[in-house]
């Protein structure tokens, strides 16, 4: 069966850290995305980025990064100089290439503080 | 935005009532997704559909059931609310030729 861990349930931070958000996953499948969104105060669920499988090359956008390694099944998820802004929970998830269901993990919650 | 709504936004329900919660979409998405959200749990999948009277079952389907007569409208009703369906809905979308999926505002149920 397919799972999604992440073991950090609360992260706080001071402005400007930098902070790692780890994901693990389990699947037999060779084929799947992961991806990771973003759930501020405000409540909505915002996408940030989708990996698949086959690609692990890392990924860079702003301060935000990810690295995805399989050896390791984690795709993990990092933010440098954190701003107030960053707080929110954050959700690593996995979907098959042959199923449309996406598996989410429990989320992390990030506190950045002034 | 993915010009996805969802209503009501906030509902109070009477344990045994029926409810029954909206997703509208403008973009005409073929594949069209119900969550809950609660602590500790994330987000579980409910019921999706795959096109128009097309749907099948997630991972916590009991206790609810799902429509789509319209690609536009993806509806989600609870025969009979039970204070365990108090939770945080969330509707979501993915386009044919997308691998993610993009979410609406959500709506947050009180079964009392």
């Known amino acids: 069966a397919q799972k999604v861990t992440q073991a950090q349930t609360e992260i706080s931070v001071v402005e400007k850290e930098d902070v790692t958000l780890d994901c693990v996953y389990e699947?037999?499948?060779?084929?799947?995305?992961l991806f990771w969104y973003k759930q501020p105060p405000s409540g909505e669920l915002v996408f940030l980025i989708r990996?698949?499988?086959?690609?692990?090359q890392n990924e860079i956008s702003g301060r935000y990064s990810w690295n995805f390694q399989k050896s390791t099944s984690s795709f993990n998820f990092t933010i440098t100089a954190s701003q107030v802004v960053d707080s929110a929970v954050y959700f690593c998830a996995f979907r098959s290439y042959n199923t449309d269901k996406l598996i989410f993990g429990t989320g992390t919650r990030l506190q950045v503080f002034p | 935005d993915a010009g996805i709504t969802q209503s009501p936004r906030h509902k109070v329900t009477e344990t045994g009532t029926p409810v029954t919660l909206r997703c509208h979409q403008t973009?005409?998405?073929?594949?069209m997704y119900w969550y809950r959200q609660d602590p500790g749990h994330g987000l579980r999948l409910i019921h999706y559909s795959y096109g128009v009277k097309d749907t099948d079952k997630g991972e916590v389907s009991d206790g609810y059931s799902v429509s789509r007569s319209k690609t536009e409208d993806f509806l989600l009703t609870l025969e009979s609310a039970t204070s365990s369906q108090t939770s945080v809905y969330f509707c979501?979308?993915?386009?044919?030729?997308?691998?993610?999926?993009?979410f609406g505002p959500g709506t947050r149920l009180t079964v009392t």
């Open positions: 699947t037999r499948d060779t084929t799947y995305y």
């Open positions: 979501a979308i993915r386009g044919p030729d997308s691998y993610e999926q993009y």
């Open positions: 990996r698949n499988s086959f690609d692990e």
């Open positions: 973009e005409n998405h073929r594949y």
